[in-house]
């Protein structure tokens, strides 16, 4: 909380809380090392973060996959099933190139209706096994579990709450930082206060572009403080009169 982060716990899947969230634009993205996060719904996921010397993060995004590589959430979780998951142990023998060539060969918009109709049985048989493994009934738990988790819904109290925003505490991260790493105060400004400074100044920038589409006029405000007085952006708060006009308050 010390960085103004709020905290949300999940219910169940946390890859399946945060693929919500970032579908629902109520994050940039999600931090994760589950590639079952594309299969909850996320858009964009981060990975292999190094934050040393020349560091740099990768990104993942699914308009990119969907049209590079033709693939959708429906066909994502048709692969799952084919080649295995946490929740499903797949076809035995079957690699990603033919698994990518049959769910294909059905369409985004059939593949999965064709998996919970008719199971994996036919696969096999198309793969030359021997016996003509019947329905499994567990498809349409697996495709249930990727497309229907147990989350807080996005417009619940729950998560409005925990998604609210939480102002910088400089004093507390101060201390925080002091007992763990042994950090004087200023080495703690000199990592975390151009962070801050981004991430205000981006939160503010989607504000007002958020303010114009409403034909309001959010007004930058006056009384923002330079970061050596621990003074942010994040703690001023803005507010739309009964006239329609827009102010800001510390």
């Given at each position: 909380?010390?960085?103004?982060?709020?905290?949300?716990?999940?219910?169940?899947?946390?890859?399946?809380?945060?693929?919500?969230?970032?579908?629902?634009?109520?994050?940039?993205?999600?931090?994760?090392?589950?590639?079952?996060?594309?299969?909850?719904?996320?858009?964009?996921?981060?990975?292999?973060?190094?934050?040393?010397?020349?560091?740099?993060?990768?990104?993942?995004?699914?308009?990119?996959?969907?049209?590079?590589?033709?693939?959708?959430?429906?066909?994502?979780?048709?692969?799952?099933?084919?080649?295995?998951?946490?929740?499903?142990?797949?076809?035995?023998?079957?690699?990603?190139?033919?698994?990518?060539?049959?769910?294909?060969?059905?369409?985004?918009k059939d593949v999965l209706k064709k998996f919970a109709s008719e199971?994996?049985?036919?696969?096999?048989?198309?793969?030359?096994?021997?016996?003509?493994?019947?329905?499994?009934?567990?498809?349409?738990?697996?495709?249930?579990?990727?497309?229907?988790?147990?989350?807080?819904?996005?417009?619940?109290?729950?998560?409005?709450?925990?998604?609210?925003?939480?102002?910088?505490?400089?004093?507390?991260?101060?201390?925080?930082?002091?007992?763990?790493?042994e950090w004087p105060s200023e080495r703690t400004d000199g990592y975390?206060?151009?962070?801050?400074?981004?991430?205000?100044?981006?939160?503010?920038?989607?504000?007002?572009?958020?303010?114009?589409?409403?034909?309001?006029?959010?007004?930058?405000?006056?009384?923002?403080?330079?970061?050596?007085?621990?003074?942010?952006?994040?703690?001023?708060?803005?507010?739309i009169g009964d006239n329609g006009t827009s102010g800001g308050t510390?």
């Amino acid at each position: 909380m010390a960085l103004g982060v709020s905290c949300l716990n999940g219910i169940e899947e946390a890859e399946a809380h945060c693929a919500l969230l970032n579908s629902e634009s109520l994050c940039d993205g999600c931090f994760s090392s589950d590639s079952d996060i594309f299969l909850f719904g996320a858009r964009t996921v981060y990975r292999e973060i190094y934050l040393g010397d020349g560091g740099y993060v990768v990104c993942y995004e699914m308009a990119e996959i969907e049209n590079k590589l033709g693939l959708g959430r429906d066909s994502l979780i048709a692969l799952s099933l084919l080649l295995g998951s946490d929740y499903h142990q797949g076809v035995h023998g079957l690699g990603p190139e033919l698994a990518c060539q049959i769910v294909k060969s059905i369409g985004e918009k059939d593949v999965l209706k064709k998996f919970a109709s008719e199971g994996l049985g036919w696969v096999k048989k198309r793969k030359g096994a021997k016996n003509n493994i019947g329905k499994d009934d567990t498809i349409l738990q697996v495709i249930d579990a990727y497309l229907k988790p147990k989350c807080h819904s996005a417009d619940s109290d729950f998560v409005l709450k925990a998604h609210s925003q939480y102002p910088f505490q400089r004093t507390k991260l101060h201390h925080i930082c002091a007992v763990y790493f042994e950090w004087p105060s200023e080495r703690t400004d000199g990592y975390i206060l151009p962070c801050i400074v981004e991430r205000d100044l981006r939160r503010f920038a989607n504000l007002r572009s958020t303010s114009s589409e409403l034909g309001l006029n959010l007004p930058l405000h006056e009384g923002l403080e330079s970061p050596a007085d621990g003074r942010r952006s994040s703690e001023s708060s803005y507010r739309i009169g009964d006239n329609g006009t827009s102010g800001g308050t510390n």
